[in-house]
Nanobody, 125 residues
């Protein structure tokens, strides 16, 4: 059974930074695409960023381009989300997810089979 455990969330002022981590269990971590999603109260879960198994391909939501960076360390079975210039609208629960079936980085939640429990990010104005 795959386990994904997020950490690094918290409270930060607008303009600040946070780095989220997601540690995955299981072998062959480098074979699978990883994604970060977020869900704010009353809103649907939305794609934030995704990365291919090798780390050579990334995708970002337009709302975070230039501010967030996704990366992975396959030796540590960990994916990261560096978030800079945070704004109040970035406040949400952030989830990492793993896609074991595709070859391309997907942007819809339905394409991911495994999910972490989420970590809260709150940005104050």
């Amino acid at each position: 059974q795959v386990q994904l455990v997020e950490s690094g969330g918290g409270l930060v002022q607008a303009g600040g930074s946070l780095r989220l981590s997601c540690a995955a269990s299981g072998a062959t971590f480098n074979s699978y695409q990883m994604g970060w999603f977020r869900q704010a109260p009353g809103k649907e879960r939305e794609f934030v960023a995704g990365i291919s198994g090798s780390g050579g391909s990334t995708r970002y939501a337009d709302s975070v381009k230039g501010r967030f960076t996704i990366s992975r360390d396959n030796a540590k079975n960990t994916v990261y989300l560096q978030m800079n210039s945070l704004q109040p609208e970035d406040t949400a629960v952030y989830y990492c997810a793993q896609d074991r079936t595709g070859w391309l980085v997907q942007v819809t939640p339905e394409n991911y089979q495994y999910w972490g429990q989420g970590t809260q990010v709150t940005v104050s104005s």
